[in-house]
């Protein structure tokens, strides 16, 4: 294989360009747990006016921002509810229960994206039998939902049902940025249906490392707290975090680049014989799409893929996620395109393999989100 690998397992994998490295390099740094790191200090600055809170807080990584998150607004003893494919729920070791002593309540979404209705009658009533329902996490774009931009009426529905019951709301807003490109809907408008917005830097944006959590100032003084108990103070972080403030400033447009490669790449799985989209329409940046079982199942055809060079992950049993970031330019994808309709060829051409049925619907591999 002369050819460069075409990794399609997450945005994740991106490396910091030349500009980026050269930003950090320079970097102005001083000790962050003092509070004396100027470029972490600009970047919250930057960000918070972007969302349009009155602070934010860098963080190593978006589960430690959304487990802050769940830690601010609810108690031991007390209930979040969230959508039954989210990452809160699914990937992060049921961390609202280990750190926080909270349980979670799914509600089953389409896509990831639930309706009002459905939250009616999900806040357990005063009862010493029954935990105390406190919050509501919602995640746009949403990752399992294959980066599904949330409807923005519905969006501000349910949370405005959520603050009229007495809820607070949190987004995890891994993708936000993601969401503010593909609807045109500025960050802040998404953000100001929450008490609080966590943001990933390292996803789409591109920057090798953090996310941060947005909200009210009394609250992300408190988040400071919960980071440093969390294990997550950090001192001359200003060389991660100029990573993150130039991805903000520079990498946020260019995502409607990635939404266009991964349109190209949803047309070419669709004309696929034997596998299918699902969704069927691609927002952003997450293509997910069906095996048919008779055909191989998503193990296989992401190893003969792999062999191939081209690197997608299994995203259930059937089902194979492709996710276009900044290192992979509009060749790249079609040609992994081409080679997707190669492998596939010679599935149907032969003899049918036993499925193993081993995987498991929410995965065993480490980049799932
Ligand atoms: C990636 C991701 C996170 C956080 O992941 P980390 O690896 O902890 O930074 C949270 N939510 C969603 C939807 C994600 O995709």
Known sequence: MTEKLI????????????????????????????????????????????????????????????????????????????ESGCHIYNYEQGAYAQLSGVVARPITGRYGIFQTEQLQGMIRPEDEHLVRTRLVCLENTHNRG?????????????????????????LDGARLFNAVVASGIPARQWAQHFDTVSVCFSKGLGAPVGSALAGPKD???????????FGGGMRQCGVIAAGALYAL????ERLAQDHQNAQV????????????????KVH?????????????????????????????????????????????????????????????????????PQASGSSH?????????
């Open 7 to 82: 990794d399609l397992r997450s945005d994740t994998v991106t490396r910091p360009t030349p500009a980026m490295r050269a930003a950090m390099a320079q970097a102005a740094v001083g000790d962050d747990v003092f509070h004396e790191d100027p470029t972490t200090n600009e970047l919250q600055e930057i960000l918070a006016d972007i969302l349009g809170k009155e602070a934010a807080l860098y963080v190593p990584s978006g589960t430690m921002s959304n487990q802050i998150a769940v830690r601010l607004h609810c108690r031991p003893g007390e209930e979040l509810l969230c």
């Open 284 to 352: 952003t940046n997450i293509v997910i799409f069906r095996v048919a079982p008779e055909l191989a199942t998503a193990e296989v055809l992401v190893e003969l893929l792999a062999q191939q060079g081209v690197l997608m992950i299994p995203f259930g049993t059937h089902s194979i996620r492709a996710v276009t970031h900044l290192d992979v330019d509009g060749g790249d994808v079609e040609r992994a395109v081409a080679i997707l309709g190669e492998v596939v060829d010679q599935l149907h051409r032969r003899p049918q």
């Open 265 to 280: 790449l949803a047309r070419g799985v669709a004309q696929i014989p034997g596998l299918e989209l699902d969704p069927p």
């Open 146 to 170: 294959g980066g599904r931009v949330w409807p923005y009426e519905t969006l501000s529905e349910v949370c405005r049902w959520a603050h009229q019951h007495g809820l607070r709301t949190h």
């Open 361 to 369: 619907a929410y995965g065993s591999n480490p980049s799932n989100e």
């Open 249 to 252: 400033q520079h990498h946020v």
């Open 219 to 229: 609250l992300i003084y408190e988040a400071r707290r919960h980071r440093k108990l």
